[in-house]
């Protein structure tokens, strides 16, 4: 039995579209795959999408909470690399963030999915391309005497 949890949007299952950013997506989706037939689809509720930091660290132990054994993502950091690496899950590189469940568990079980074993982009990048919209980030002249 294999367990793959891939980073979503929403509660939609096999038709949801794969969220490419891992420690922000809204849900992960767990397939449950039993001599390469699906045999039970899930969602849960990423509750780091939200954190301040660690998002990333966070979203790995729900994965390992689920029973995953196998991730596929788009985006993947340092830290949630890194996390997923310990608890000995997997990691599967998705070819295009359009993809649905179901499209990506047929590329996994027809063997077209690459394990990646390093991240693929910098640590903090699902966070908001915010351009200092909060104290002291602004791109002002600053305080004059």
């Known amino acids: 039995m294999v367990i793959v949890g891939i ?11 794969m969220n490419t950013r891992f420690g922000r997506c809204n849900t992960f989706t767990f397939i449950t795959i039993e ?11 990423n509750d780091a999408q939200g954190a301040m930091g660690g ?12 029973g995953a054994t196998e991730v596929i993502v ?4 340092p830290n949630a690399m890194n996390s ?19 499209e990506l568990i047929g590329l996994r079980l027809s ?7 390093s991240a693929n982009v910098a640590a903090h990048a699902g966070m908001g391309g915010g351009m200092g919209g909060g104290r002291g980030g602004g791109m002002g002249g600053g305080r004059r005497p």
């Open 35 to 45: 001599n390469n037939e699906i045999v039970e689809v899930r969602s849960v509720a």
């Open 55 to 66: 998002a990333g660290i966070q979203s790995a132990q729900i994965i390992g909470n689920n």
């Open 7 to 17: 980073p979503t949007f929403e509660n939609k299952g096999l038709n949801e579209v």
């Open 74 to 77: 788009g985006n993947l950091g």
């Open 84 to 102: 997923l690496s310990a608890l000995n899950i997997k990691i599967y590189q998705s070819l295009g963030g359009s993809l649905t469940v179901k």
């Open 111 to 117: 063997g077209k999915l690459q394990v990646i074993t």
